[in-house]
């Protein structure tokens, strides 16, 4: 297993196209970090404007606020909704690659068994996903700590403002970005499941993607009827609770409680759906792989 699996990873790395969601994640984490460096506090001023009314904000909080935990934080909410695709490249070319070049009947002639195969296939795809990831969290987090500096990390919700005290803050990014490698492990099983029917790697990575917006738009959609139908069962709706280790407790006189998470039940329930979708979508693959016929 593990000499199939180096040979997979070697496979996977050796292709170009692999370095593009790389280079693609840099990017984004440079221009944005580049944007704040140079006119930060523009950026501070229209993103207050909303509650400037409400709230009293002088220049020494602003400095305060442009820390490195906060760019992170702003990085994320940008790059985990885009991550699917780049983690979709991979996972949904790892079955179809194979037949698109006439390789899977041979590899396959090899002494393990269709599910061993697929596994192995799976499994490198995972850590693919979660080497991009760690990529993401060294520029992103480590990146925006060296540029900006540390400090208390400000949190707007709809509630009102969070702030968490800055040596509170560190360990809620690695449960973050933990949670985040689950839910794009999610996004990669579903693209892996296409990719077992597909002939072509196109379809499954158009496919993955497709299934994705179309449910993430529903998971966004403020519609009553879908609220209780529909979006408590859709696996985006939970990508997103990496989130909730950001909202912390607060004593009644309104002071933050450090450690706390605002409500790790429902972050636990959500992880516990994607885990489900992982193995349900892994299942799947596994039981149409060992049915289907090989011709290519």
Same mark, same amino acid.
């Not at 297993?1 to 280079?23: H, N, Q, V």
């Not at 403002?161 to 689950?182: C, K, M, N, P, T």
């Not at 990575?205 to 449910?215: C, G, H, N, P, R």
């Given at each position: 297993?593990?000499?199939?699996?180096?040979?997979?990873?070697?496979?996977?790395?050796?292709?170009?196209?692999?370095?593009?969601?790389?280079?693609?994640?840099?990017?984004?984490?440079?221009?944005?970090?580049?944007?704040?460096?140079?006119?930060?506090?523009?950026?501070?001023?229209?993103?207050?404007?909303?509650?400037?009314?409400?709230?009293?904000?002088?220049?020494?909080?602003?400095?305060?606020?442009?820390?490195?935990?906060?760019?992170?934080?702003?990085?994320?909410?940008?790059?985990?909704?885009?991550?699917?695709?780049?983690?979709?490249?991979?996972?949904?070319?790892?079955?179809?690659?194979?037949?698109?070049?006439?390789?899977?009947?041979?590899?396959?002639?090899?002494?393990?068994?269709?599910?061993?195969?697929?596994?192995?296939?799976?499994?490198? @795809? !995972?850590?693919?996903?979660?080497?991009? +990831?760690?990529? &993401?969290? /060294? %520029?992103?987090?480590?990146?925006?700590?060296? *540029?900006?500096?540390?400090?208390?990390?400000?949190?707007?919700?709809?509630?009102?403002?969070?702030?968490i005290s800055s040596?509170?803050v560190l360990w809620?990014?690695?449960?973050?970005?933990?949670?985040?490698?689950?839910?794009?492990?999610?996004?990669?099983?579903?693209a892996f499941l296409?990719?077992?029917?597909?002939?072509?790697?196109?379809?499954?990575?158009?496919?993955?993607?497709?299934?994705?917006?179309?449910?993430?738009?529903?998971?966004?959609?403020?519609?009553?009827?879908?609220?209780?139908?529909?979006?408590?069962?859709?696996?985006?709706?939970?990508?997103?609770?990496?989130?909730?280790?950001?909202?912390?407790?607060?004593?009644?006189?309104?002071?933050?409680?450090?450690? @706390? !998470?605002?409500?790790?039940?429902?972050? +636990?329930?959500? &992880?516990? /759906? %994607?885990?489900?979708?992982?193995?349900?979508? *892994?299942?799947?693959?596994?039981?149409?792989?060992?049915?289907?016929?090989?011709?290519?």
């Amino acid at each position: 297993m593990w000499s199939l699996l180096k040979i997979e990873l070697y496979k996977i790395f050796k292709r170009p196209r692999t370095y593009i969601a790389f280079g693609a994640a840099a990017a984004i984490v440079f221009l944005f970090q580049a944007g704040l460096r140079f006119d930060g506090k523009s950026y501070l001023d229209l993103m207050l404007s909303n509650i400037d009314d409400a709230f009293d904000f002088d220049d020494s909080f602003k400095d305060r606020l442009l820390n490195g935990y906060f760019i992170c934080f702003g990085i994320l909410n940008i790059l985990l909704i885009q991550m699917p695709l780049l983690v979709a490249l991979v996972a949904g070319d790892a079955i179809a690659g194979e037949a698109n070049m006439g390789t899977l009947r041979l590899a396959l002639i090899r002494p393990v068994s269709r599910t061993q195969y697929l596994l192995v296939k799976f499994l490198a @795809s !995972v850590i693919y996903t979660l080497i991009l +990831l760690i990529w &993401l969290a /060294v %520029l992103a987090l480590f990146g925006s700590m060296l *540029l900006f500096g540390v400090n208390d990390m400000t949190v707007f919700r709809a509630g009102g403002i969070e702030v968490i005290s800055s040596g509170d803050v560190l360990w809620r990014y690695f449960a973050a970005f933990g949670y985040a490698a689950v839910a794009l492990t999610a996004v990669a099983a579903l693209a892996f499941l296409l990719s077992v029917f597909a002939e072509n790697s196109i379809g499954p990575i158009v496919a993955a993607m497709s299934i994705v917006v179309v449910f993430t738009i529903l998971s966004e959609m403020n519609i009553p009827i879908y609220d209780k139908t529909i979006r408590p069962y859709l696996f985006t709706t939970h990508m997103v609770a990496w989130k909730g280790f950001f909202y912390v407790k607060s004593t009644e006189e309104g002071i933050t409680i450090n450690g @706390s !998470v605002g409500n790790l039940p429902a972050i +636990l329930k959500s &992880l516990s /759906v %994607l885990v489900i979708y992982i193995a349900s979508f *892994l299942a799947a693959a596994i039981w149409v792989f060992r049915k289907k016929d090989i011709l290519s």
